[in-house]
């Protein structure tokens, strides 16, 4: 009886040791409803995004975060959370799906998913520590019947390093299977150890197996990056094959005709928001492919802190253009709901005329202006915007106060092809010398914006609260039309 009893004590042990190795969650106190913005309750935050589906339902597999990556010691101790939904607008919440279950287990990175052969696979790295003290990142990978209940496989890691890559920076293997042959292949985020360019040695190594236990290194499918190419993305989409990549913290994307290249650039970086981290994607109904991934905290809070690891998902729905460029939009079923449209009176300050909901200045020999007051914090901006011939800038001040002292400044620029919000910017946007449609979120201390439903840009703005919103334009004459506010409905969580 006593043997009984001390085994018994000793499992309960071992149970209580494993669940203090990662953070809690409690999937049952989070959001059901709509995860545009959405961050998870008990000072939790998301992390990086790796979207899978299946059948027409989209499974939103996340990083948990607890301490913006200072966990364990600053090695993150992350683990894998998910979101499922089949309309993108009633979801599901799991429990952590891949957990830290083992001491020497300092992280559960990011990863990807495959189904193949009745199964899910997930694929992922796992951060540790070595014998010398020295960091590692080293491959594992999950098997599970329904994509949610997931056993890790032995040997854990399965692959340790690859000849000529870096060990400390061996990370983010995005997964398919090449269903002729039954290959898996890995694209993982690493740096050559000897580049030609030593500042351009970052690379995606190829890895392919057909039993995941021998592995064979083919050429790399992306050289001569500033930094480690992180969070890869791979897909096929219309005849197009995508390949997607962190560098420096900003994503992008090249295009090919063929799997491995060579690549093309696309004609402009649509998924190059500086404030969405980690952009990954995964198909949809009806040929549809929805991105997500991450709004960053800001130090300190301010709006001029930089990056902090861990915030607010995002998603976007992607559009192909005829030559394989993607643009960008807010996926309909996940803008906001709103209250009926606030009626608010335009003030013409100056060189400007107002009638109704329709702005017009006249701005020639310098800088005209009009404002809205008593804007709501929370709401859904929507209007067009039509040049009149040439002008030099042109847009708005939102969060704003008297004389637009303070806010946040919406600037269009024709001539540069930029569009700026706050401190952070988009390029490479034509178009902007024409009549354009104009879709503002302002929630919380987010402010997301869709330009003519190709390109995005979104900031976290969390300081500036004024009531006023002001409209302006820079030696030229611009129309601002139809411009209507709805307050945002406070959602149940």
Same mark, same amino acid.
């Given at each position: 009886m006593k043997k009984c009893l001390l085994s018994l004590l000793l499992i309960m042990g071992s149970i209580c040791l494993k669940a203090q190795l990662g953070v809690r969650y409690d999937p049952k106190i989070q959001s059901t409803r709509n995860l545009q913005y959405w961050r998870p309750k008990g000072?939790?935050?998301?992390?990086?995004?790796?979207?899978?589906?299946? @059948?027409?339902?989209? +499974?939103?597999?996340?990083?948990?975060?607890s301490a913006h990556h200072a966990s364990l010691k600053g090695l993150g101790g992350h683990q894998w959370a998910l979101s499922t939904t089949n309309d993108l607008?009633?979801?599901?919440?799991?429990?952590?799906?891949?957990?830290?279950? &083992?001491?020497? &287990?300092? +992280?559960?990175?990011?990863? %990807?998913?495959?189904?193949?052969?009745?199964?899910?696979?997930?694929?992922y790295a796992t951060r540790l520590v070595n014998k010398e003290g020295q960091v590692n990142e080293q491959l $594992?990978? #999950?098997? $599970?019947?329904?994509?949610v209940h997931f056993e890790k496989q032995k040997p854990n890691p399965f692959y340790t390093s690859a000849?000529?890559?870096?060990?400390?920076?061996?990370?983010?293997?995005?997964?398919?299977?090449?269903?002729?042959?039954?290959e898996f292949h890995l694209f993982v985020s690493s740096w050559q150890e000897n580049p030609i360019l030593r500042h351009a040695g970052g690379a995606l190594v190829h !890895?392919? %197996?057909?039993?995941?236990?021998?592995?064979?290194?083919?050429?790399?499918?992306?050289?001569?990056? %500033?930094?480690?190419?992180?969070?890869?993305?791979?897909?096929?989409w219309?005849?197009?094959?995508?390949?997607?990549?962190?560098?420096?913290?900003?994503?992008?994307?090249?295009? +090919?005709? $063929?799997?491995?290249?060579?690549?093309? &650039?696309?004609?402009?970086?649509?998924?190059?928001?500086?404030?969405i981290n980690v952009v990954k994607t995964a198909e949809f109904k009806n040929n549809r492919r929805i991105a #997500?991934?991450?709004?960053?905290?800001?130090?300190?809070n301010k709006d001029n802190g930089g990056e902090r690891f861990g915030g607010n998902a995002i998603f976007r729905e992607l559009l192909q253009e005829t030559d394989g460029t993607l643009s960008a939009k807010f996926p309909a079923e996940m803008i906001p709901e709103t209250g009926p449209e606030v009626q608010l009176k335009m003030v013409a300050d100056l060189y400007a005329t107002a009638s109704g909901q329709n702005l017009s200045i006249k701005a020639t020999n310098g800088v005209g202006a009009a404002h809205l007051e008593a804007v709501p914090q929370n709401c859904r901006i929507t209007m067009e915007i039509v040049p009149n011939g040439p002008v030099d800038e042109y847009g708005l001040y939102l969060r704003s106060n008297d004389h637009a002292e303070a806010?946040?400044?919406?600037?269009? %620029?024709?001539?540069?092809?930029?569009?700026? !919000?706050?401190?952070?910017?988009?390029?490479?946007?034509?178009?902007? @010398?024409?009549?354009?449609?104009?879709?503002?979120?302002?929630?919380d201390d987010i402010i997301d914006i869709s330009i003519d439903r190709k390109r995005c840009i979104v900031n976290r703005t969390p300081e500036q609260k004024g009531e006023l919103l002001w409209f302006y334009a820079k030696h030229g004459e611009v129309n601002f039309k139809s411009v209507k506010v709805y307050p945002l409905k406070e959602e149940d969580q």
């Open positions: 000072n939790l935050f998301v992390g990086d995004c790796m979207p899978f589906s299946k @059948n027409g339902a989209y +499974s939103f597999y996340w990083l948990l975060d607008k009633n979801w599901k919440q799991e429990p952590v799906v891949l957990g830290i279950d &083992e001491e020497w &287990e300092k +992280s559960i990175c990011t990863g %990807s998913i495959v189904f193949y052969m009745n199964r899910y696979y997930a694929f $594992s990978y #999950a098997i $599970s019947p329904d994509g000849p000529g890559y870096s060990k400390r920076d061996f990370r983010d293997p995005k997964v398919f299977v090449d269903e002729k042959t039954g !890895l392919t %197996s057909k039993d995941l236990k021998d592995w064979k290194v083919l050429d790399p499918v992306l050289t001569g990056q %500033s930094s480690v190419p992180e969070c890869p993305d791979y897909f096929l219309n005849g197009w094959y995508y390949l997607i990549y962190g560098d420096n913290g900003d994503t992008y994307y090249v295009k +090919s005709r $063929s799997p491995y290249g060579p690549w093309e &650039e696309p004609r402009y970086q649509t998924i190059n928001e500086s404030w #997500a991934g991450w709004i960053p905290s800001r130090d300190q806010g946040y400044k919406l600037n269009f %620029s024709p001539n540069s092809q930029t569009v700026s !919000l706050g401190n952070t910017m988009i390029k490479a946007v034509a178009g902007l @010398n024409k009549p354009i449609n104009v879709d503002i979120i302002v929630k």
